[in-house]
């Protein structure tokens, strides 16, 4: 049975920057063959965000697909979706473009392109996960002389930083938190920590990207300085205030993380990993693990298979 129209025009279309006095209303545009993921990070995000700055109104979030039914992802899982494109109108906050394997599907339903645009033209600001950009770029909202749109690396990334824009970066913070929080979890559960709790224009970004890449690199605090083209003092600060740790810190992490998911996944020996890591040899990963886990490598990889075989 088809959704009845959603008018958009009285969900709150608040100043960028300053939280509005009604719910920000955000449109996802979602195809066959999106990436789950994206999706799911972008969802979470914003559900958190407005957990995170109640009583204030959070987001409004609509799923859309071409034809109003749900779609298979590019996992196989279908995702549900709240309305047919056509079947939203009024004023948009954000129009939110997701990625995807295949973006021929632009040819399969030629009404997106068309829906794109006139979404994205009644929308105060227009974004996209990863090549979500491509239907943006495809339906003229970019280069057309409006305000730039926001194209990010994945779900996460887009959504802190339309956190951040709407509610200020206290509320990031609080967002960010919650998925560091997220990350102390029991042996089997997986994930390294992401960059995408760092803004693009922030100077960790880059380091961030780097450490957790390779994270057995020359990360001592004078290499990652240089890297972000401050000095050591305010890279001290830069990461108190924005990460709420220490560069070392942040880099153990890092690396007792990545050293967390080989164990857990690979058959290599505790010193391979150790010196894949950046520990350097099996003792100063045993040291950082028992300072930052209560456990040993060894025993972390039995209760990670016992879980596994549960």
């Known amino acids: 049975m088809a ?4 008018d958009l025009t009285a969900i709150g279309t608040g100043r960028r920057g300053t939280p509005a006095l009604a719910a920000q209303s955000v449109v996802v545009v979602a195809f066959p063959g999106v990436m789950l993921l994206d999706a799911a990070q972008v969802l979470e995000v914003l559900t958190a965000a407005g957990r995170a700055v109640a009583p204030v109104p959070g987001y409004d979030v609509l799923v859309t697909s071409p034809t109003g039914c749900s779609v298979p992802t590019s996992s196989g899982v279908r995702l549900g979706v709240d309305a047919a494109m056509r079947e939203v109108i009024g004023a948009v906050d954000t129009l939110v473009a997701l990625g995807g394997w295949d973006q021929d599907v632009t040819f399969a339903y030629p009404g997106l392109l068309p829906h794109i645009r006139r979404l994205g033209d009644a929308a105060q600001r227009v974004a996209a996960v990863a090549n979500g950009g491509h239907l943006l770029r495809s339906a003229g909202l970019l280069g057309d002389g409006r305000s730039p749109a926001h194209v990010s690396a994945s779900g996460i990334d887009l959504a802190l ?7 200020g970066d206290g509320a990031r ?24 709790a760092v803004p693009y224009d922030s100077p960790l970004r880059r380091i961030a990207d780097a450490v957790i ?75 950082a693990f028992l300072r930052a886990l209560g ?15 549960c």
Not at 3 to 6: D, G, N, P, Q, T
Not at 258 to 264: F, G, I, K, S, V
């Open 161 to 167: 930083w339309m956190t951040c824009q709407d509610y």
């Open 173 to 196: 913070r609080r967002v960010v938190q919650w998925l560091a929080d997220c990350h102390h979890r029991e042996p089997g559960s997986g994930g390294p920590p992401d960059a995408a």
């Open 213 to 287: 890449s390779n994270p057995a690199q020359d990360h001592s605090v004078g290499h990652l300085a240089q890297l972000a083209c401050v000095s050591e003092r305010h890279l001290n600060r830069l990461f108190l205030a924005e990460m709420g740790m220490s560069p070392a810190r942040y880099v153990q992490r890092v690396r007792v993380e990545a050293a967390r998911a080989a164990l857990e996944h690979d058959h290599k020996s505790i010193e391979t990993i150790a010196a894949e890591c950046g520990f350097g040899t099996a003792e100063t990963m045993r040291r």
């Open 3 to 6: 959704l009845a129209e959603r």
């Open 295 to 309: 456990i040993s490598p060894s025993s972390y990889r039995a209760r990670s298979s016992s879980c596994t075989q």
